[in-house]
């Protein structure tokens, strides 16, 4: 069973059309295939963690707001800001446990 959306909507449009005879001309499937499309130029299910990453960083950088990252700040906002990206790019949140699956470079 494929995993994207997109493929399984493409899958269920072509079902639709070749199976039960839908045509491909009424609105709602007009309207289906333009979801399906629209899914298919934002596929985040194949993005790795290091393009998460520096997508989000570079979104930062783009920011006229600064920011600053150090053991010395409140770090509510910049968790505000990923939450915000991840949100915007349709990206999950983090899983529970999800700091026992890293390690950090020593500071």
């Known amino acids: ?18 199976v039960h005879g839908e ?11 333009q979801i399906i499309d629209d899914l298919k130029e934002k596929d985040n299910s194949q993005l790795q963690g290091s393009e998460i990453l520096y ?15 150090s053991s010395k ?3 509510t906002k ?11 790019n349709k990206l999950s949140e983090p899983r529970k446990d999800w700091v026992k699956n890293l390690e950090h470079p020593p500071c």
């Open 1 to 18: 069973m494929p995993t994207a959306d997109h493929v399984y909507l493409q899958w269920l449009y072509d079902r639709m059309i070749k």
């Open 23 to 33: 045509n491909e001309l009424y609105d709602y499937m007009h309207r289906f295939k």
């Open 55 to 69: 997508g989000f960083l570079s979104w930062l950088t783009t920011r006229d707001e600064a920011i600053t990252f």
């Open 73 to 75: 700040h409140d770090t």
């Open 78 to 88: 910049a968790i505000k800001l990923l939450m915000l990206f991840l949100k915007y």
